[in-house]
């Protein structure tokens, strides 16, 4: 066998197989993202808390909006906090789960714009929830 036909896999120096090695072997780190046990456990785990994220935060908005004797300031400022939340939780924290367990073959990030989009995307959603919470602690 030969490094190419390993694929995400090399072989070093000595020819013992090392599995779990992206890039260059002279950063040789072992990637337990790439084991497929741990990549299917990371893709299970945060789909559950992408589901519950969404479905929780789409169920406040829902709420808040279909009832008006809820319509209060402190409530919108619930809204809003949900309304990041659920923008963290369905943009940003499916872009991450691609991230931990896409095969390094795949070079999902070698392009400017995908990484561009969830680095800049996610600390603005961060930062509207912190600072949501702060104006509620504020207005309290």
Same mark, same amino acid.
């Given at each position: 066998?030969?490094?190419e036909?390993? $694929?995400?896999?090399?072989?070093?120096? /000595?020819?013992?197989?090392?599995? $779990?090695?992206? $890039?260059?072997?002279?950063?040789?780190?072992?990637?337990?993202?790439?084991?497929?046990? !741990?990549?299917?456990? !990371?893709a299970?785990?945060?789909?559950?808390?992408? &589901?519950?994220?969404?479905?929780? /935060?789409s %169920?406040?908005?829902?709420?808040?909006?279909r /009832? *008006?004797?809820m319509?209060?300031? +402190?409530?919108?400022?619930?809204? /809003?906090?949900a309304?990041?939340?659920?923008?963290?939780s =369905?943009?940003?924290?499916?872009?991450k789960?691609?991230?931990? +367990?896409a095969?390094?073959?795949?070079?999902? &990030? *070698?392009?400017? =714009?995908?990484?561009?989009?969830?680095?800049?995307?996610?600390?603005?959603?961060?930062? =509207?929830?912190v600072? +949501? %919470?702060? =104006?509620?602690?504020?207005?309290?």
């Amino acid at each position: 066998m030969d490094e190419e036909s390993l $694929g995400w896999d090399y072989y070093q120096g /000595n020819n013992s197989y090392v599995e $779990g090695v992206c $890039g260059d072997l002279s950063d040789y780190h072992r990637d337990y993202t790439q084991v497929a046990g !741990i990549r299917y456990f !990371i893709a299970a785990l945060y789909s559950s808390i992408i &589901f519950l994220a969404v479905t929780g /935060n789409s %169920l406040v908005i829902w709420t808040v909006w279909r /009832n *008006n004797h809820m319509h209060t300031v +402190t409530n919108y400022y619930i809204v /809003n906090l949900a309304i990041s939340d659920l923008l963290v939780s =369905a943009i940003v924290m499916p872009l991450k789960l691609l991230e931990y +367990t896409a095969p390094c073959e795949w070079h999902v &990030f *070698n392009s400017d =714009a995908l990484c561009s989009v969830l680095y800049y995307f996610l600390p603005i959603f961060v930062f =509207a929830s912190v600072l +949501t %919470l702060v =104006a509620i602690s504020l207005e309290r």
